[in-house]
């Protein structure tokens, strides 16, 4: 898959854009505030149709349109896919209210001009985005890394999508209904109408996590192994808040070595958790909440043994999660045949020579990659010279041309 046009009316501090974009690797430079990191958002949002800076899609709208009677943002991108043309917009409208109510946001998705739901875009545009706060992936709450997980799930498996849409209203259901059945002081069998529903969707996110972190966890490995040169072996461990393994199958396990869930179906998984549900009940209607479920589950990232969210430093922390997503890369390949587009923002800070050479070597080697820098020099002559090197400047996109020629020293 190939990114080869890309269009951005009122998006962040685009006005108009209208670019072509290029095979190989692209280095966007300028400096902060202008919109390298929006272009980045941008192209993420087509494949996504969620950003990873915006609480809400309002906000992506620049703000010298939101003064405008109707104002609106539009995102267009023209791509390659299994050697077709594709092309995917969004439409972003601010409907006007009237005396008695508020304006209200309205988005429109549209895969090759027919009107789509968010969870077909698994079969559009592709891309993996790494920014500075992606740390929080690592050092953050379990939800970041759920969150991550799932955004990369997503992109290539819509059935997983919707189990996982699926799973969040029945949560809520599920939730709502022991707060009231708590508040009577009654256990009834209205809960087992959406325990079996919880069962059912998470079964699917509990298979398929288990399924994608154990890919990653083989793909991430030695890619990480490369980027230390050879010093730090990264793993990656599920740690499930419903465990379809029995602990008698982990009982003979070595040592530091994880349990391999995805020997366990999806059916098994199913109704092991719809037992589980039914067994936590009366904890949960005092509770009040579901405390059983993949919306409690974690996974851990250790590098020779050691647990990076407690232990690992700043440039550690940085290597495996830049790990984590060039695997991400590989594994959307290999789930979907398609290469998709990776955006790296403000890559090489806190990585030292030896890293960034091998991560330049990598992001050279890929079919399609944009890549920002504020600094161009951290950039050596032969990445420059064999990329497309834009400068970005209060939202206007030209070619770069370099103010003078490098100190050879």
Same mark, same amino acid.
């Given at each position: 898959?190939?990114?080869?046009?890309?269009?951005?009316?009122?998006?962040?501090?685009?006005?108009?854009?209208?670019?072509?974009?290029?095979?190989?690797?692209?280095?966007?430079?300028?400096?902060?505030?202008?919109?390298?990191?929006?272009?980045?958002?941008?192209?993420?949002?087509?494949?996504?149709?969620?950003?990873?800076?915006?609480?809400?899609?309002?906000?992506?709208?620049?703000?010298?349109?939101?003064?405008?009677?109707?104002?609106?943002?539009?995102?267009?991108?023209?791509?390659?896919?299994?050697?077709?043309?594709?092309?995917?917009?969004?439409?972003?409208?601010?409907?006007?209210?009237?005396?008695?109510?508020?304006?209200?946001?309205?988005?429109?998705?549209?895969?090759?001009?027919?009107?789509?739901?968010?969870?077909?875009?698994?079969?559009?545009?592709?891309?993996?985005?790494?920014?500075?706060?992606?740390?929080?992936?690592?050092?953050?709450?379990?939800?970041?890394?759920?969150?991550?997980?799932?955004?990369?799930?997503?992109?290539?498996?819509?059935?997983?999508?919707?189990?996982?849409?699926?799973?969040?209203?029945?949560?809520?259901?599920?939730?709502?209904?022991?707060?009231?059945?708590?508040?009577?002081?009654?256990?009834?069998?209205?809960?087992?109408?959406?325990?079996?529903?919880?069962?059912?969707?998470?079964?699917?996110?509990?298979?398929?996590?288990?399924?994608?972190?154990?890919?990653?966890?083989?793909?991430?490995?030695?890619?990480?192994?490369?980027?230390?040169?050879?010093?730090?072996?990264?793993?990656?461990?599920?740690?499930?808040?419903?465990?379809?393994?029995?602990?008698?199958?982990?009982?003979?396990?070595?040592?530091?070595?994880?349990?391999?869930?995805?020997?366990?179906?999806?059916?098994?998984?199913? =109704?092991?958790? &719809?037992?589980? @549900?039914?067994?936590? %009940?009366?904890? !949960? #209607?005092? $509770?009040?909440? +579901?405390? /059983?479920?993949?919306?409690?589950?974690?996974?851990?990232?250790?590098?020779?043994?050691?647990?990076?969210?407690?232990?690992?430093?700043?440039?550690?922390?940085?290597?495996?999660?830049?790990?984590?997503?060039?695997?991400?890369?590989?594994?959307?390949?290999?789930?979907?045949?398609?290469?998709?587009?990776?955006?790296? =923002?403000?890559? &090489?800070?806190? @990585?030292?020579?030896? %890293?960034?050479? !091998? #991560?330049? $070597?990598?992001? +050279?080697? /890929?079919?399609?990659?944009?890549?920002?820098?504020?600094?161009?020099?951290?950039?050596?002559?032969?990445?420059?010279?064999?990329?497309?090197?834009?400068?970005?400047?209060?939202?206007?996109?030209?070619?770069?041309?370099?103010?003078?020629?490098?100190?050879?020293?």
């Amino acid at each position: 898959m190939l990114l080869q046009h890309l269009s951005l009316t009122n998006v962040r501090n685009f006005i108009r854009l209208e670019t072509e974009v290029l095979s190989g690797a692209t280095l966007i430079v300028g400096a902060n505030a202008q919109g390298k990191t929006s272009l980045l958002e941008a192209v993420y949002y087509l494949a996504r149709a969620s950003s990873p800076h915006a609480q809400s899609d309002r906000q992506l709208i620049n703000f010298l349109a939101l003064r405008e009677a109707a104002p609106f943002a539009r995102l267009v991108a023209e791509f390659r896919r299994a050697d077709r043309p594709q092309r995917v917009e969004i439409r972003l409208v601010i409907e006007p209210g009237n005396s008695s109510t508020e304006p209200r946001l309205h988005r429109e998705v549209l895969l090759n001009g027919v009107r789509r739901r968010v969870s077909d875009l698994a079969g559009g545009l592709h891309a993996v985005l790494f920014l500075p706060q992606d740390l929080r992936v690592l050092e953050g709450p379990p939800s970041e890394r759920r969150q991550h997980l799932d955004s990369s799930l997503a992109q290539a498996d819509a059935a997983y999508a919707e189990s996982l849409s699926e799973y969040g209203k029945v949560l809520a259901q599920r939730n709502a209904l022991l707060k009231q059945l708590g508040d009577q002081g009654n256990q009834t069998s209205q809960l087992s109408f959406w325990d079996e529903e919880l069962a059912e969707h998470g079964a699917t996110l509990i298979r398929g996590r288990a399924l994608a972190l154990a890919e990653h966890d083989r793909l991430a490995a030695p890619i990480h192994h490369d980027l230390t040169r050879g010093r730090e072996t990264l793993h990656l461990e599920y740690l499930p808040s419903y465990d379809p393994l029995p602990p008698a199958a982990q009982l003979g396990l070595p040592i530091q070595t994880a349990p391999d869930r995805t020997v366990v179906s999806r059916q098994a998984i199913r =109704d092991g958790l &719809l037992h589980a @549900l039914e067994e936590q %009940r009366s904890e !949960d #209607l005092a $509770r009040g909440s +579901t405390s /059983l479920g993949p919306h409690r589950d974690d996974f851990r990232f250790t590098s020779n043994g050691i647990d990076l969210r407690s232990y690992g430093s700043r440039g550690q922390n940085r290597t495996a999660m830049l790990a984590l997503k060039l695997a991400e890369v590989e594994w959307l390949h290999q789930r979907t045949s398609e290469w998709p587009v990776l955006l790296l =923002d403000e890559v &090489l800070a806190e @990585l030292d020579g030896e %890293r960034r050479q !091998d #991560l330049l $070597r990598r992001v +050279t080697d /890929l079919p399609q990659a944009m890549v920002t820098t504020a600094d161009v020099e951290m950039f050596d002559e032969e990445f420059c010279r064999r990329a497309t090197v834009w400068e970005v400047a209060a939202g206007v996109l030209r070619p770069w041309q370099p103010s003078a020629p490098r100190d050879p020293a």
